[in-house]
């Protein structure tokens, strides 16, 4: 098992927001809290220390109390971008990341992580959850957003980053990574649009 005190947690609030008419999502209240900060406490029990990868507004979400990163990379290279530079800032062997727009994952997310990296020597773990398709067949599907990674794999990151690979799923498929399946279908849920946030459960 990998001690919880040696993995830095990271919120990703960097993205463009563009389905939520281009608005900042992580400042956008669930339950009467911003997203961001709604994920950062959910967090930060089960690791060691987090911070937050942001490109707009890091004055406020500085106010949250842990660091804030912006992206080494521009124009909202996404969630990879946000990896990268939460790796280089790492303090500890081990980052796990969470995007702020799914305010329902699990409360033992990192341990379940943490147990199947150890227990299979991978440098990454990634969670797995069901999900309906399209003909109503529930099926599993990765949550890649979700990840456990060592800090040796930065090095691969931007090698990727750097040749213009943005897709995490590509690179992610090409990672020797450990999959953890997690039973329950509302815990990824994720808000991309007003009415998905809107829609979440309370």
Same mark, same amino acid.
């Given at each position: 098992?990998? %001690?919880?005190?040696?993995?830095? &947690? $990271?919120?990703?609030? @960097? ?6 008419? !281009?608005?900042?999502? =992580? ?31 890091? %004055?406020?979400?500085?106010?949250? &109390? $842990?660091?804030?990163? @912006? ?6 290279? !996404?969630?990879?971008? =946000? ?37 299979? &020597? ?81």
């Amino acid at each position: 098992m990998v %001690d919880t005190a040696l993995i830095t &947690g $990271v919120v990703l609030a @960097g993205g463009r927001g563009l389905r939520m008419g !281009g608005v900042d999502k =992580g400042l956008l209240l669930y339950q009467g809290t911003p997203l961001a900060l709604h994920a950062l406490r959910r967090l930060q029990p089960q690791v060691g220390n987090c911070m937050i990868n942001a490109n707009r507004h890091p %004055d406020h979400y500085a106010g949250f &109390g $842990v660091p804030v990163v @912006g992206d080494a990379l521009p124009d909202y290279a !996404g969630p990879l971008a =946000g990896f990268a530079v939460a790796l280089r800032h790492c303090t500890t062997p081990w980052l796990v990341t969470v995007p702020c727009d799914s305010p329902l994952f699990p409360q033992d997310l990192v341990v379940q992580l943490a147990a199947v990296v150890a227990a299979g &020597g991978h440098d990454m773990a990634m969670a797995v959850a069901p999900e309906a398709d399209a003909t109503g067949t529930t099926v599993l599907r990765a949550q890649p957003v979700f990840c456990l990674m060592h800090t040796r794999v930065l090095s691969g990151l931007e090698a990727f980053l750097a040749q213009g690979g943005r897709k995490i799923d590509t690179w992610a498929s090409q990672q020797p990574t450990a999959r953890v399946v997690f039973d329950d279908p509302r815990a990824f849920l994720n808000a991309n649009t007003i009415a998905e946030l809107q829609a979440l459960p309370t």
